[in-house]
């Protein structure tokens, strides 16, 4: 029993570990670009998942003190006229359009890419995958990237430690609550980076 609840807190903190995250661009010592967070884009399937993603991200990214981060509101109207609240999907030159006429320094853009909801009666629990790019708005050349995905335990984790992994799936967090998860994660990680990084 004692090796059970060992695998089970291995597994554990390994889904814990960090967002998988690329920074090239760092902001100038001094600045604090302007950036906005446009429309993710959805699951496939899985309609409003994106703009559930975009919703975390806008708010977690505010913790990240190198960006001055532009209120939706203030640019939700030229998306509506451009038609890309929508779709969600945004390809990187309508970006750097989109981020020019909003005056920012830079977009951030995503999707989401990974999206099952628990299951409460049978395994496996709720799993979401984020990913995310910021883009410069001058140049067009990609600043960082960030990819995190959440949920577990695997399932033949579960099977193996049931009914201890029964009780966990049915109380463990549903697919939204995984959103948050994952965007906190990659917005954490980029925080860390950018404030460790040397000016």
Known sequence: MLRLLVVACC??????????????NRPAKGQRPRV????FADYPG???TGELA????????LAVEAYQVIDRASFQKLLDEHRLSATGA???SKAVEVGKLLGADAVVVGAVTEYKK?????????????????????????????????????????????PVGAVATAFSPSAADQVVRATRSICRGLRHELAAAPQ
């Open 11 to 24: 597994a554990s903190l390994l889904s814990a570990c960090g967002p998988r995250l690329f920074v090239k």
């Open 36 to 39: 906005a967070v446009l429309p």
């Open 46 to 48: 899985q309609a409003g």
């Open 54 to 61: 975009r919703e975390a991200f806008s708010t977690e990214i």
């Open 90 to 92: 945004i390809d990187p």
């Open 118 to 162: 628990r299951n409460l009666l049978m395994f496996p629990p709720a799993r979401v995958g984020i990913s995310a790019r910021m883009i410069d708005a001058k140049t067009g050349v990609v600043d960082w990237s960030a990819q995190k995905s959440v949920g577990g335990p695997k399932r033949w984790l579960t099977w193996v430690i049931w």
